[in-house]
């Protein structure tokens, strides 16, 4: 029986080494991939440094146009306030304005009293009536009616008279007058006595179906024979 000879092979295992070349292989294959990848992105004209300092540009851009724009609302806004300012002073102005010749025309009219009474126009001593108003009362159809008199200031005697009125209109589409009697709320007859003018006032109720159109006026002084009579017309007045 022929002998067969057996040989053994025998192996040393080292997996250290084994993973040692694993390792490189893999870090190697990741590197080349990278830097393939780096190469492809450069290639196609994109850059990481190149985007880096993009963002940067852009960013510092925002910042720029972010200051300017709050740098604009700021000045809007103060353009805004200026332009308030400016109307809110005008305003004040004319309405200042408004108010001085408001009192100017009543010095005005104030001082033509006063010289009515120093020295009358047509140079006629005695007494005068120098205006009349109507003037809205608390309700509805109740009126006041303001009247004036005046004397001259040579006239150095105290006038004592009386004073009437009564109010023209149309009632029902006919012509009727209504004297103090009837629609006078208190006083039915104004007594007075002064020197150099008199403000005399009394209320009036006029119906509901009646429409003013003038205002009668008659003052009867103590020691004349005859008395002032005048008409005016309806006009209600604020003051």
Known sequence: MPTELQKLIVRRHTPGRAALFWGVLIVGGAVCLATAFEIGRARAGYSIIAAELDSHQKAAEIKTLTAELRNAKAELA??????????????????????????????????????????????????????????????PRRFRVRIVLIQ??????????????SIDGL????????????????SKVLTFSFRYFQELETEIDLPADFLPQRVQIEVRPARATSSIRQTYPWKIETN
């Not at 353009?79 to 200042?96: F, G, W």
């Not at 033509?112 to 005068?128: H, K």
């Not at 009632?171 to 208190?186: C, D, H, M, Q």
Request: proline share 3%; net charge negative.
């Open 78 to 139: 103060a353009n805004e306030m200026a332009r308030r300012v400016d109307h809110e002073s005008y305003a004040q102005v004319e309405k200042s304005l408004a108010d001085l010749q408001s009192r100017l025309g009543e010095q005005s009219q104030e001082l033509t009293f006063y010289r009515g009474i120093v020295n009358p126009s047509d140079n006629i001593a005695g007494l005068r009536i120098q205006q009349v108003k109507v003037l809205p009362g608390i309700a």
């Open 171 to 186: 009632r029902g589409g006919k012509a009727v007058n209504l004297p103090l009697a009837e629609i006078g709320t208190s």
């Open 152 to 165: 001259a200031a040579r006239q150095e005697t105290v006038t004592s008279a009386t004073a009437d009125l």
